[in-house]
């Protein structure tokens, strides 16, 4: 943690469209990290977190990274995206970092970074949020499994099937169409979590895999993605502790350093 | 754009109530992304009128040079000699095909998976919405891509169509190929207006749009000064604005344009705020009203300075040789100066990569942005050229693919500021 001028905290908040995530830093590292769901309301789940913060720097990032730099003008808020929040905040974690995935719930990202920690290649998902966190969802539902534990589920398979399909619908259809056929749901389960896999492989491809690569973003909870990307890989993925802090983790960095650069 | 074109309208077979419709969003979307702007130069008062007339007086001089016997010739491609309409006393009207409208119509006689630009033209004709289109006597289409070669086919059922075969290589042959497709395209013109095309005429009408591509030329290069003088979107609008204005009064417009931002130029007056990023675009034309995308990056905290695009560098870099003495002589510098156009329909296509390395360069950009249609595969296939091209030249390059619809806006807004802060 850089040396912080006393008194003066930080914050980050990475409003995503599952999930919200506050850091707030303080000269002693990270003193406070919050996560709350995005809900309908994502102002209001803002408006929450923040009770309590007053005067100090925040830098919002996500997708309601606008909306709130609109809203909370009682602090001082600027934005940045997401790119940069996790290049930061993977940084800054593992200062050897040179690849960042961060899939998210309805975003896929990967980042090349360079020796010094600058972005030097992106690639995210277009419109389509196939194969991303909401994907995993879905399908989690529909096997009727508590998304939580949907990867150490698909874990117990004992047969690698193939399912092609990366658009949630139609993998839905092939999914039901394997459920007829008899095949045990955790089987499928693990089908549904190949294709994001390879979905996902494609694209750090495309930045090119640097070691070592962090893995950030809810969907670095599910252990069974984080096994595939490793098989295919042949390099470990190191995944941090609290893999979706690190986008409101970057945010809050990023604040410190412009209050450094201003003293 | 007031009702008393209506009468106009209904006789051009214009869906009037959808025709309103479609008027009164492109009057919102302007006003949001070019009346919203800061610091605009005097000069754009008059490109802020021929937009708000593009249906309206505009095509009533249309109508009025039709009363006079004269023909109207609409095209889709920068790869149409223009010089030989005008110089068979026609007027050419490059046709826009940049909106959304339509598109439910479209995809009644084309595939889903067909480009935006594609179903555009097609989905104004069918849902009857563009005076351009049905005031023309002749539209002419050309093979530069499959979709556009296949839709002319079937837009050749609703309306006067001809095509020009492109060359796809640039061998000796091709050029061969392309001369006798510009004499093939002299004999219809001709005999579309009813006027034999002479060397007065012809040397008349090069001289005339060569003045048009010098004043382009001149903005280009003035734009190009640092800090950057007027916005991309301006400058996109009045290259835009050049394939359907009248040519003379455009030039002669554009070069007072000029004068104006020669000046700020002199006086180091800038359009954007210090620290605005340069990014220049590359790829797909963009048709009026797409101005999507440049309005996305000029919303970002960076600034458009060049595009190298059909509409933009492709269409104003080369000019006709004035030297030709003789008709065929003008018709063979017509013949070279087409030939040298780097569209991603040619292979090899090494030119366009050289062009924009150089531009990027020029313009002194931190980056450029690749533009391409959905489902355009040679600009698609080519980004990947460019990208490498680029960044051997150590000039990061992000690659954007979209279409004319508004969904995806907020994606495209997180990669372009990433793009933007990974240049800073």
């Known amino acids: 943690m850089g040396t912080l001028f006393k008194g003066q905290a930080v914050a980050g908040i990475d409003i ?39 005067g100090c720097r925040v830098i919002a990032t996500g997708y309601g990274r606008k909306l709130f730099a609109e809203t909370f003008g009682r602090v001082n808020v600027s934005t940045i995206t997401e790119i940069q929040a996790y290049a930061l905040g993977a940084r800054f974690l593992y200062p050897e970092a040179k690849t960042v995935l961060d899939i998210g719930g309805q975003d896929t990202k990967v980042i090349s970074l360079s020796e010094g920690g600058k972005v030097l290649k992106f690639e995210m998902n277009d419109r389509c949020a196939a194969g991303t966190g909401k994907f995993l969802e879905f399908m989690a539902t529909a096997l009727q499994i508590p998304l939580e534990s949907f990867g150490e589920f698909a874990l117990r398979s004992d047969r690698r099937i193939q399912i092609s399909s990366m658009c949630t619908v139609f993998a839905e259809s092939e999914a039901t169409s394997l459920m007829a056929r008899g095949e045990r749901p955790e089987n499928i389960a693990m089908g549904l979590h190949m294709a994001i896999a390879q979905r ?25 993605v984080v096994r595939l990307l490793e098989e295919e890989l042949g390099q470990p993925v190191i995944v941090p502790d609290k893999p979706d802090m690190v986008g409101a983790l970057g945010a809050a960095l990023y604040a410190e350093n412009l209050t450094k650069e201003q003293i | 754009m007031s009702s008393s074109y209506n009468e106009m309208w209904e006789k051009l077979n214009l869906d009037l109530d959808a ?30 009128f021929v937009v708000s007339e593009v249906h309206g007086l505009r095509i009533k001089e249309l109508q009025d040079a039709k009363a006079l016997g004269k023909k109207i010739v609409g095209t889709f491609c920068v790869f149409i000699p223009e010089e030989i309409v005008l110089a068979a006393g026609g007027v050419q009207v490059g046709l826009c095909a940049g909106a959304e409208a339509g598109t439910g119509e479209a995809e009644k006689v084309l595939p ?60 000796a042959s091709d050029r061969v190929l392309w001369k006798s497709e510009v004499q093939r395209f ?53 290259n835009q604005i050049s394939f359907y204005d009248d040519p003379v009064r455009f030039t002669a417009k554009i070069e007072e344009l000029c004068d104006e931002l020669e000046e700020r130029v002199k006086s180091g007056t800038g359009v954007a705020p210090e620290g605005t990023t340069r990014l220049m675009l590359s790829g797909c034309p963009m048709a009026v009203p797409n ?134």
């Open chain 2, 291 to 424: 101005w999507k995308l440049p309005y996305i990056i000029e919303s970002s905290g960076a600034i458009v300075v060049g595009e190298e695009s059909c509409i933009g560098t492709r269409n104003t870099r080369d000019l006709v040789d004035e030297g030709g003495m003789t008709l065929d002589g003008m018709l063979d510098a017509i013949v070279d100066r087409y030939m040298r156009i780097d569209c991603a329909c040619f292979t090899p296509n090494t030119e366009r990569l050289d062009n924009i390395v150089k531009m990027a360069q020029d313009l002194n950009v931190k980056g450029v942005i690749h533009y391409g249609l959905s489902f355009c595969q040679p600009y698609a296939m080519e980004a990947y050229k460019v990208e490498k091209a680029l960044s051997n030249a150590s000039i990061p390059m992000l690659s954007i693919e979209t279409d004319y619809s508004m969904e995806d806006m907020e994606q495209l807004k997180t990669r372009v500021e990433a793009f933007v802060e990974m240049t800073r």
């Open chain 1, 200 to 224: 996902t492989i494609a694209m750090l491809r495309r930045v090119g895999v640097t070691s070592p690569l962090v893995f950030a973003g809810g969907v670095a909870h599910n252990p069974c």
């Open chain 2, 112 to 171: 889903r998976n067909t480009c935006a630009l594609i179903k555009s033209f097609v989905g104004f004709k069918l849902s009857k919405l563009c005076p351009f289109i049905e005031s023309c006597d002749l539209i002419v289409g050309e093979t530069t891509c499959d979709g556009k070669k296949k839709a002319y086919e079937i837009f050749s059922d609703y309306s006067p169509v001809y095509v020009m075969e492109i060359p796809q290589m640039k061998n």
């Open chain 1, 16 to 54: 995503g469209s599952r999930s919200i995530e506050l850091v707030v830093l303080s000269a002693d590292g990270p003193f406070h990290q919050v996560k709350t769901p995005t809900t309908f309301d994502p102002l209001g789940q803002c408006q929450k977190l923040m009770e309590g913060i007053n």
């Open chain 2, 19 to 48: 025709h309103a419709g479609l008027l009164e969003v492109l009057g919102k979307f302007y006003g949001d992304i070019y009346m919203s702007q800061q610091g605009r130069l005097k000069g754009m008062e008059y490109l802020d």
């Open chain 2, 186 to 238: 002299k004999s219809q013109v001709e005999e579309t207006t009813g006027n034999k095309i002479t060397a007065d005429s012809l040397k008349e009408a090069i001289h005339l749009l060569n003045n048009r591509r010098r004043a382009l030329q001149r903005l280009n290069r003035l734009r190009a000064a640092v800090p950057a003088p007027i916005s991309g979107r301006d400058s996109l609008l009045i």
